[in-house]
């Protein structure tokens, strides 16, 4: 089976990609900290707590709270989830402020 993962959805479930904490421990950015400058940008930080990240969140949620309980495991997110985060704003924001 073929799947046809979008590299945000991967490095969300890995943690690797454009995510500043990651690039700053291989020194390809000079600052791990997040683009809403409260704390370093991890994968946790981005799904659950960053404030450029709400409304997207919100609307996660609510998807989410529909069948289970927030906060929601991330493989959960991952699989339950992919297509509507997939066509979400995330990528929008993955785009902007992740490097």
């Not at 979008?6 to 997040?34: D, Q, R, W």
């Not at 609510?62 to 699989?79: E, F, G, I, Q």
Request: aromatic fraction near 14%.
């Amino acid at each position: 089976m073929r799947i046809n993962a979008a590299p945000n959805f991967t490095a969300t479930v890995t943690g690797h990609g454009s995510i500043k904490i990651y690039l700053y421990k291989y020194t390809i950015t000079e600052n791990p900290m997040c683009s809403c400058k409260e704390v370093d940008q991890s994968v946790d930080y981005i799904v659950l707590e960053c404030k450029l990240l709400e409304h997207n969140r919100d609307r996660r949620k609510a998807a989410v709270t529909r069948s289970d309980n927030w906060p929601v495991y991330k493989d959960t997110l991952n699989t339950k989830f992919y297509n509507f985060s997939k066509n979400s704003r995330t990528t929008q924001y993955w785009t902007k402020y992740s490097v």
